[in-house]
């Protein structure tokens, strides 16, 4: 095994050389052995061996470039990046791109970056609807006095199976289950069909699966859901008097008052919530980008890339993914219009990294499923499942990220002292 390894620039560097065929066919020729120990369930295939063989030499080889470049374990920042894997006569050419963590000067004064704002204040109107709208919410569903068909808004209880190929699916059924239809809330096109419905009526309901569908089995699939409607509903709202707060707060002393104060902090809180989403969060991480210079790794770089090309083209039809792949230099293209992007991205991301770990701002496991149940819980979506779909997915270092930026933007703006 031949390394070499070339400083690119302070935090990059190029490992390049060659392996022996010798070496991977000696390391193929352990792993067979040791197989062969083993019992006959645990045993691999001659291909998944040879694929263990070649990944235990390129971490070797990695390793080795490493040593060679007396580089610091500790402060490498992602996975290797493969720029080129060359079969020659008798060996196997690597060039492989890794990165250390970049310098970022958190001394310098960074608070004058914080945008000037006005904290809001809920107006008596904007909170007399806000408290409307939550006693209608908080009003018991009953059965209509007089039978009608669907329309929508209407509140239906129906039971539901759903089939795929004509076979029912998990997940795909329920009992007594109440929908809004026009919520939107359900699998496009499923409440539209449930318009017109009359009591003890039974309709095939027929559906397509979104294909960014969260569970991948259902994702872009046809299906057939038979769906019959027992009833309507309608919910008459609470009347607002000192009884509904004390049972709303769960306090003896409360008020309409003490849940007019609450509903105005509630109001304030969502407004102000829409001014840093939409004004003072996009000021910030300009303002960040601009006031910090650093190197940043090309190897993550690169990996961020792919991430956002694959979001790109999740969307794409069979015909578009064949033209993509067969033009290289339109894939080129591609990957090229979102390099910036991904640059502002990866340099946010170490900067936010680095100031969180100054000002001693972390984020724990339960916040980030906190803020999921709560996101759940304002889209209309099942709590548990989302969650799921984060670690299935290994989406929660993100939203971990995600959380720490905010904890961090709410710092420098003050929000702790308000």
Request: charge should be negative; charged fraction near 30%; hydrophobic fraction near 35%.
């Amino acid at each position: 095994m031949k390394v070499t390894v070339e400083k690119v620039d302070d935090i990059n560097y190029i490992i390049s050389g060659t392996v022996e065929n010798s070496v991977i066919e000696d390391k193929v020729a352990k792993l067979k052995e040791e197989a062969a120990k083993k019992p006959n369930d645990e045993k691999s295939t001659d291909e998944n061996i040879e694929q263990d063989a070649a990944g235990q030499v390129f971490q070797d080889f990695i390793s080795a470039g490493i040593k060679e470049g007396n580089l610091n374990v500790e402060n490498l920042l992602g996975q290797p990046g493969l720029k080129k894997y060359e079969q020659q006569d008798d060996s196997i050419y690597f060039e492989v791109e890794v990165a250390v963590s970049p310098e970022i000067d958190v001394d310098i004064d960074y608070k004058d970056i914080a945008p000037t704002y006005t904290k809001p204040t809920a107006s008596p109107e904007a909170v007399e609807a806000k408290l409307a709208e939550f006693a209608q919410k908080q009003a018991p569903f009953t059965k209509l006095d007089e039978p009608k068909p669907i329309e929508n808004g209407d509140v239906a209880v129906i039971d539901f199976t759903g089939y795929i190929n004509g076979k029912p699916f998990e997940g795909g059924s329920a009992e007594k289950f109440n929908i809004q239809v026009g919520s939107n809330k359900f699998i496009p096109g499923f409440e539209e069909q449930l318009v017109g419905m009359e009591y003890g009526e039974e309709r095939d309901v027929i559906v397509t699966f979104p294909k960014d569908y969260s569970a991948d089995d259902l994702a872009g699939k046809e299906a057939k859901f038979v769906v019959k409607l027992h009833e309507i509903q309608e919910q008459k709202p609470e009347t607002i008097d000192d009884a509904f707060a004390k049972k709303v707060l769960n306090n003896e002393t409360a008020t309409v008052e003490t849940l007019k104060k609450q509903f105005a902090e509630q109001t304030t809180a969502e407004e102000l919530s829409q001014i840093y989403m939409r004004e003072l969060k996009p000021k910030i991480v300009e303002a960040l980008l601009e006031k910090f210079d650093f190197t940043l790794p090309n190897n993550i770089v690169e990996q961020e890339i792919d991430a956002k090309v694959r979001e790109k083209t999740r969307g794409f039809s069979e015909e578009q993914h064949k033209a993509y792949m067969e033009d290289k230099g339109k894939f080129k293209e591609l990957r090229e219009s979102v390099r910036d992007e991904a640059r502002k991205s990866i340099k946010l991301a170490l900067i936010v990294e680095a100031l969180a770990k100054k000002e001693g701002i972390d984020v724990h496991e339960q916040e980030v499923i906190a803020a999921l149940g709560y996101q759940a819980t304002m889209t209309g979506q099942d709590p548990q499942a989302l969650l799921k779909y984060y670690q299935d997915n290994n989406l929660m270092t993100s939203a971990k990220m995600g959380l720490t930026e905010d904890k961090l933007f709410g710092h420098i703006l003050g929000f702790h002292k308000a």
